[in-house]
């Protein structure tokens, strides 16, 4: 431990607050996720969004050290980005990237998803001008309508591609129920996916990886893998859904901690925070830590959600500022200094990404992806 908070943060941050992100966990979720994989399927670390808030060049380094085999972005920037962090692996842009991106995605060696003929154009003109010969990969649409191809319009992008002379290296899909075991959807996309994966080889295209599978399906089954399974979640701990979730034993990476920075004892009846909506029932001790919405403690937890402080659950009293957030610590003895796990685990109590997800109506994935770049992260190999 060093610097003012006793979080091992670096000099210049003097707010206590901080991620830590364990990477031992991330290793241990990597390796779960490939016991399900048969030897020959690869793994895809999605790390879009800054690795779902755990630092995307930290995270990469661990999933390719312990076997994935490519990594996926959403945006260039995220590839570029990476690149410049000295990561070497396939990078997939999960999206077909911007015209004006086209020059850039090649000299970085981005890997490109394509669905249009336009994006297909646009491509193949920076290849020539900067005289490459890319791989791409076909998105194909097979029912969640969010991008790709039509299956129609597939074999005329896979025919553009090589008469533009860029290499076919892959073609996929994107399901929208994976997460619902017993949805009937999945195995309608994944036989519309079928169909035209086999109207390809009849035309002698055979890309070397098809891949249909995030992190619901990868545990739905093998039949979803194909060569490549594209997962997020599962490698930050968590399951899509609870049915899921017995599937692997994933533990969650990201810890959200912070330190008591002011106590006051209030009597019964008093209002706490703006607009005065919590009162607590007899003399309490409120303590004040020093995080908020903008850091992306969600304001909707105000007067619902529950932090750990002397390891025991504490109610948040009141509403929930932009840079400082309540607790109700009753009569327990609480002091400037002590520590709070927002997400985490103190003294064997725990609170996870899908208990904020609950109260607040949403999922693990916007709960962690939430938490803003304004906290700094602080990196930690646990066992
Ligand atoms: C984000 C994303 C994934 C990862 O999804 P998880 O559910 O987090 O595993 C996979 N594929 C695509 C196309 C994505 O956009």
């Not at 779960?32 to 690869?42: H, W």
């Not at 995030?214 to 899509?240: F, M």
């Amino acid at each position: 431990m060093s610097g003012s908070t006793g979080s091992g943060l670096g000099s210049g941050n003097y707010r206590p607050v901080w991620v830590e992100v364990d990477l031992g966990a991330i290793r241990h979720n990597v390796r779960e996720i490939r016991r399900v994989l048969a030897p020959d399927v690869g793994l895809l670390a999605v790390v879009k969004a800054s690795a779902y808030g755990h630092g995307d060049a930290q995270v990469s380094h661990v999933a390719l050290e312990e076997g994935a085999s490519w990594l996926g972005v959403a945006l260039v920037e995220e590839g570029v980005r990476l690149r410049e962090a000295g990561v070497t692996a396939p990078i997939l842009l999960l999206s077909e990237p911007p015209a004006d991106a086209a020059e850039v995605v090649l000299a970085r060696s981005l890997t490109a998803t394509v669905y249009t003929a336009e994006g297909i154009r646009s491509l193949a003109k920076a290849a020539g001008d900067l005289g490459v010969c890319p791989e791409v990969h076909i998105k194909v649409d097979t029912g969640m309508h969010r991008v790709g191809g039509s299956p129609e319009q597939a074999l005329a992008l896979a025919g553009l591609v090589l008469e533009e002379g860029m290499v076919i290296g892959g073609i996929w899909s994107h399901l929208a129920v994976a997460d619902e075991p017993g949805n009937p959807f999945s195995e309608v996309q994944r036989r519309r996916f079928d169909v035209v994966c086999s109207e390809m080889e009849a035309l002698g295209i055979r890309p070397r990886l098809r891949h249909l599978a995030n992190s619901g399906a990868t545990l739905l089954g093998k039949e979803y893998h194909y060569d490549l399974v594209r997962c997020g979640l599962a490698i930050y701990g968590y399951a899509p859904s609870a049915e899921l979730a017995p599937a692997v034993d994933l533990r969650p990476a990201m810890t959200l901690k912070a330190r008591v920075s002011l106590v006051k004892e209030v009597g019964a009846g008093e209002g706490v925070s703006y607009g005065l909506r919590y009162r607590p029932e007899g003399r309490s001790l409120l303590a004040t830590v020093p995080i908020g919405y903008a850091d992306g403690l969600p304001r909707g937890l105000s007067g619902r959600g529950v932090v750990l402080v002397g390891g025991k659950r504490r109610p948040i009293a009141g509403t929930i500022t932009m840079d400082q957030v309540v607790l109700d610590c009753g009569q327990d003895r609480v002091e400037i200094g002590d520590e709070v796990v927002l997400l985490g685990e103190q003294a064997g109590e725990r609170i996870t990404a899908v208990d904020w997800a609950e109260a607040l109506g949403t999922i693990a994935y916007e709960v962690l992806a939430g938490v803003r770049s304004r906290i700094p992260r602080v990196y930690v190999e646990g066992a």
